[in-house]
């Protein structure tokens, strides 16, 4: 999966809504230029370090912006009003890109949920197997 497949799957969307996209993968490789562009669940996306961190669609009546997390759009509240949006999708309108400075903020909060994630503590880790550890014993 590559650029190539993005570029295939952008050369089936209708104007406006092609450009609109185009605008929105360049600012997205512009925030995070070392990102792999692949194809998830049927839609162009964005990898960084084996994580998709950005996103998004054309529909019959907006495009959306996906962050590839169920919790990202919450923890951005009033940044996204005037939008409407699905637990895991910020739509937008098929002629007008997100700003810049709105996708900078969905992309740092999804790369700091995976650096979260990627934290998780040993102890959470060693109670899911039953270790020394998780029992209180000294390891």
């Not at 089936?12 to 990102?35: N, W």
């Not at 996103?55 to 509240?77: K, Q, R, T």
């Amino acid at each position: 999966m590559s650029a190539e497949e993005v570029d295939e799957y952008l050369s089936a969307v209708d104007e406006p809504k092609r450009g609109t996209l185009q605008a929105l993968r360049r600012t997205i490789l512009e925030i995070v230029p070392e990102a792999e562009q692949v194809i998830s669940y049927r839609v162009p996306a964005f990898r960084v370090q084996g994580k998709i961190v950005a996103g998004f669609a054309a529909f019959n009546d907006h495009l959306s912006y996906l962050p590839f997390s169920g919790s990202v759009l919450e923890h951005l509240g009033d940044e996204l009003r005037g939008y409407t949006m699905t637990k895991s999708a910020l739509h937008f309108p098929v002629d007008r890109p997100l700003p810049t400075s709105l996708v900078k903020k969905l992309i740092a909060a999804r790369l700091d949920q995976i650096g979260q994630a990627a934290r998780q503590p040993v102890r959470e880790l060693s109670e899911r197997r039953g270790t020394p550890s998780a029992r209180g014993e000294a390891t």
